[in-house]
Every structure is written in structure tokens, then in C-alpha cells.
């Protein structure tokens, strides 16, 4: 199934593909998802925040809805959130036809901007649905051509005052459980297909702004200048600096653009953005607050300004206990994986109980286009995710 989407959203400058909310290839992965849900006879609904339900055998409380995203970072891989609707799908077809009559409504479910390539908040679509992100706050978001959310809301027939909580959606999900590719070493290094998620580290992204003064790459003396790029690659290397002294601590600019951008052109300035994750506590603010302050002494010493913002933050998340014992009882002994990568799943997990499973990714990268899954390992998956579904709905 994941190969008809083989030709969606090829991104032919980055490499890899690039499937960005409401632009024209996550709109064709919607139109495939709508007749996914088609072909099998399921019901098939967008809620108030672009969220794709698919039901079997209709809507309903108490639902064990499974899936995950449709969209990608810039330039990425095939499997990260695609792998978790298919085998979803897949796995409701398995229950099919072994005749499993459910006691529980099972969802399919699609998430919005679950990575935030185009508007920036990362699970965008489970943050509105859950009222974790303030939705005057989400329609004002713009994309890097200008367009905001409300306006490509919209664009997609969908009315942007109603975006935000959706308590009659969220009443109805009872379970959630989602499965991804794996997205570091950790099954490579257990030899194992499959795992089961613990934890979710906190993270969060901080955009900063840098201004300096434009000018001639030629004509303008060093001492003369307000280079802002000076300051953005103060930040870049004091996030490896300091990251390096925060236990298992992430930090990644992997976003830096200058304006206006030219190769004899000293920028008037540049937004950088900073992926940082640590795993204890309030760690990942205080590498923030610690990079910043490197930010603040650059841009003094250059004459320039530097504006910091942060535009998303998630807490470390532990995924329910009693619902992973119960996963665990229906795939078995198999690994148990923290990760650093965020999740749908994770925002989930602050309303209902929320388990993931991973599937082996042999070569250990992931956001990139060399993210990959075996076709018996996307098989052992969609077992998997039939066990886990068939032990929550009989
Ligand atoms: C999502 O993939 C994230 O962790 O950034
Ligand atoms: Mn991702
Ligand atoms: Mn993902």
C-alpha cells in the first residue's frame, strides 16, 4: 500500500519528498487516505482541526483509533507517518478477514502538520484538537510564502473560527496507538522488527531573529559592519558547545535564512531556528536560555539585535503503563524503546491513554531520504498493530 504513495510529493531539489499541509501533494495523500476509507466501506470524516478519521465499523465512544500523519519534513523520507496510516489500514484489514467482530469503534486517523514543515508548531492538528495550543494563536501562523493557517484552513473548505479543542472528538477516542518507523539505532542494535515506545523526551523549537544592517560584501569594512550573521553562527556553534555538557541532550539550527541572501550582500538579517531536546526535566530551557545568552553577547559585540522566540514546547512524556502491559501481552517480549523524536502519540498521551510501536529502520536514519523499512519488517508491524488492536476491542 505505502508504494502508491511513491510518487507523491518527490521533491526533486532536496531529494526525498516534501509533503506540506494543505499543499498540493499532502492534498493528494488526504484524497488517498478518503478513498483507503473508500474501498474498505468506512466512514470517513475531517474534524474541525484538518485531522482525517476513517471508522469501522462507525463512529462511536470509547474508539481505539490507530494512524498517524500523512505530512513530511522538507526533503524527507517515506516512511515517517505514512508507515503508521498504512499499517493502520492494514491492520484493520487483518482484522476483517479473521471475521473479528469489535466491541469498540476502531479510527483510523490521519494528524495534521505533524511536523510543522510549513507553519512551524509540530503536531499541529492533535495540539488543536486537544486545546494544547491557543488557536488565535494558531490561525495567525504563517507559512515562509506568507500564508496563514486561517487562510489555507479555508483554501481546504474548512471553517478557521472552529479550528481549536474538539471535545466531542476528543471524547471519542478511548485508546490511542501509533506505529513508526523507528527512527534511530535501537532495533538495529537489538535485532529485533518491532518495539514498543516508553518515552518521549521534552523538546521544543526557538526561532531567532538577528538584525543587523545590509550592505556591500565589498565596499564595507569589517569594522564598520552589523553582520547578523555573525550572532546566527554564534548560536549554531554555542548549541554544540553547551549541548555537549546537558546528559543525552539534542541541539540542531537546521534552518538559517538570511535576508535579503546573496553571496555579496552582508544580510540585514537572519532567522535561525533551534531544535533542542534534553531528557531531564526543565534541561531543554535552560540550554535554550544558556545559547541565547551566546546569541545576546555576539550580537552586542557586532551591533546587532537578536529577538528570541519560542514557537513550540512538549514536555517529557511517559506513554500509559497499564496500556504498553497490554501491548506487550499481544505482540510479546519485544524491545522497549525511549526516543527523542516527538509524536502525535505524545500529545495524545496528556488525555488518553497513548502506546506506540516502532518498526526497524536498518538504516538508522530517519528525516532524510535514506529512512527505510523492510517489507517484512512493515509486515511484522501491521501484525503487530492487528494484535495490539485485536486485544483492546474484544
Ligand atoms: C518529529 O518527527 C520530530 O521529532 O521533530
Ligand atoms: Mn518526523
Ligand atoms: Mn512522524
Not at 90 to 96: E, P
Not at 159 to 169: C, F, I, M, S, T
Given at each position: ?57 462507525g ?11 500523512l ?6 523520507g517515506?516512511?515517517d507517518?505514512?508507515?503508521g496510516?498504512?499499517?493502520?489500514f ?20 490521519a494528524?495534521?502538520?505533524?511536523e ?7 503536531c ?22 506568507g ?6 484552513v ?17 471524547a ?11 527512527q ?9 522488527p518491532?518495539?514498543?515506545g ?13 538584525q ?25 556553534a ?6 555537549v ?82 501491548m506487550?501481552?499481544?505482540?510479546g ?6 526516543t ?11 488525555h488518553?491513554?497513548?502506546?506506540m510501536l ?14 527505510f ?10 501484525e ?5 488492536l485485536e486485544?483492546?476491542?474484544?
Open positions: 500500500m505505502l508504494a502508491e504513495l511513491d510518487d507523491v510529493g518527490v521533491d526533486r531539489r532536496r531529494g526525498g519528498y516534501s509533503r506540506h499541509v494543505f499543499e498540493p501533494a499532502e492534498l493528494a495523500l488526504r484524497e488517498w487516505f478518503r478513498e483507503q476509507a473508500a474501498r474498505r466501506g468506512l466512514d470517513v470524516e475531517t474534524d474541525r482541526n484538518g485531522n482525517l478519521w476513517a471508522w469501522w465499523p463512529p462511536g465512544d470509547n474508539a481505539v483509533v490507530t494512524g498517524s500523519h505530512d513530511s519534513v522538507p526533503g524527507g517515506a516512511f507517518g505514512p508507515l496510516v498504512v499499517s493502520a492494514a491492520a484493520v484489514d487483518r482484522l476483517r478477514a479473521r471475521g473479528v467482530v469489535v466491541a469498540r469503534p476502531v479510527a483510523v486517523v494528524f495534521a502538520e505533524e510543522g514543515g510549513r507553519f512551524g508548531v509540530p499541529l492538528g492533535s495540539r488543536l484538537l486537544t486545546g494544547s495550543l491557543d488557536p488565535d494563536r494558531a490561525r495567525a501562523l504563517r507559512d515562509a510564502d500564508v496563514s493557517l486561517a487562510e489555507a479555508a483554501a481546504d473548505g474548512l471553517a478557521p473560527e472552529l479550528l481549536g479543542r474538539d471535545d466531542v472528538a476528543l471519542r477516542i478511548g485508546t490511542f496507538v501509533e506505529l513508526h518507523v523507528e534511530g539505532r535501537g532495533l538495529i542494535d537489538r535485532g529485533a518491532v518495539a514498543l516508553s518515552t518521549v523526551i521534552p523538546h521544543g523549537r526557538w526561532r531567532f531573529s538577528v543587523g544592517q545590509g550592505n556591500h560584501a565589498g565596499a564595507t569594512a569589517l569594522r564598520d559592519r552589523a553582520d547578523p550573521m555573525v550572532p546566527a553562527a554564534a548560536v549554531v554555542a548549541a554544540r558547545r553547551i549541548a555538557t546537558y546528559p543525552d541532550a539534542r541541539a540542531t539550527v537546521g534552518r538559517l535564512v538570511p535576508r535579503p541572501g546573496g553571496t555579496n550582500v552582508i544580510a540585514a538579517a537572519v532567522d535561525l531556528w533551534l531544535d533542542a531536546r534534553v531528557p531531564d526535566g526543565s534541561g531543554t530551557r535552560d540550554m535554550v536560555a544558556e545559547i541565547a545568552e551566546c546569541a545576546r553577547d555576539s550580537a552586542a559585540v557586532e551591533g546587532c539585535s537578536v529577538w528570541l522566540h519560542e514557537e513550540s514546547y512538549s514536555d517529557g512524556v511517559e506513554f500509559d503503563p497499564g496500556l504498553r502491559r497490554h506487550a501481552g499481544a505482540v517480549d519485544v524491545p522497549v524503546l525511549a527523542g523524536a516527538g509524536h502525535d502519540a505524545a500529545i495524545l498521551a496528556a488518553v491513554p497513548a502506546g516502532y518498526v526497524r529502520n536498518p538504516t538508522g536514519i530517519s528525516h532524510a531520504p535514506e529512512e523499512a523492510e517489507p517484512a519488517d512493515v509486515n511484522h508491524g501491521a503487530a498493530l492487528a494484535a495490539v486485544r483492546l476491542t474484544t
